[in-house]
């Protein structure tokens, strides 16, 4: 976005009233804190069975569940932020924006991953346990942070070699673009996008046409994945709209010039909150191994609260 279009927006937001723009922020916080209470039973889950700490397509989910928590954790901050503080120190600025445009990345780069180990289980079940190894999970794990904080270092980097001293020092309103102003910065920022929507998209369609094509008794296991695998892909389709987000704020700003405010707050539920809102129905709910110890630790939970409440009463 150019700096008329941004310095419209602001003057947009903060032409808001009070009672909407609380509104606004009860929503973003509301959703985050249901979405985050969601992910932690599912950790909490994953943590005290060894079944799941033993299977790779456990790993890379709950890699995604920690990853989407920290990253929808950070954007809501950085929205609360920018409707009360309004403006940060540019340094913390700096951190919260790392962090949160490599968590960014790592979503669609893991879900390319969970894909993979699909096609593996369902193409070649026979060599799946040689190739999907706990260790090498792991370490795949360690690849996906390792090529995000490579993409996005490099942001910091120029920036400090650019930017006077005195920059680091000021206050600004929290975007990627005012922390990191390096023009050059955005034109890397879109061939990493492309390049990110090229192998992600080839992966999943490869993955899911192979297991289409291979699977040809159409067995219960096969369907499932497919079905799996077309989530991931409009999981992913939605986290891919955080990489036209610049063209898409333009094109709001153009065609809904009055209305741009409530333009960008759908944008951002739609960008930012509701892909985080889909890891937990694909294997929190659709997954029958996950959902049985999901409801016995909730079933479980609930009976020791209510236990607590009757010798509470007892003892009254």
Sequence with gaps: ??????????????????????????IVVVLGL????????????FHNHQIFNTNPRYILFIHLV??????????????????????????VCCV????????TENTP??????????????????RHAQICTIRRTWMLIGLIWNISMLSVLPDLFITLATEPLDFFHSRIFCLRH??????LLSQKRDITYIMYMIIDWCVIFY???????????ASIDAKKARNTI???????????????????KQFLLLRFPKNYSDSLFACYIIVQILPRSISPIIYGVRDKTFRKYLKKQLLCKMSLQNSGKFHFLWAT
């Design 207 to 217: 993955s899911y046409f192979n297991i289409l094509f291979t699977a040809k008794n």
């Design 1 to 26: 976005m150019n700096a008329s279009s941004l310095n419209e927006s602001v003057l947009l937001q903060s032409r808001e009233s009070v009672s909407k723009a609380a509104i606004k922020n009860v």
């Design 109 to 126: 780069l893991n879900l390319a991953c969970m894909a993979v180990e699909c096609y593996i289980a369902i193409c070649i079940p026979l």
């Design 96 to 103: 919260l924006m790392l962090l949160a445009v490599i968590t």
């Design 66 to 91: 920690v990853n989407d928590m920290i990253q929808l954790t950070l954007t809501v901050i950085l929205f609360v932020v920018s409707y009360t503080v309004y403006q940060i120190n540019v340094s």
């Design 178 to 183: 005012t922390a990191f102003p390096n023009p």
């Design 34 to 45: 249901s979405i985050n209470y969601v992910n932690v039973a599912l950790i909490h889950t």
């Design 230 to 248: 077309l989530l991931h892909g409009f999981q992913l389709l939605l986290c891919m709209a955080t990489y036209v987000t610049p063209q898409l």
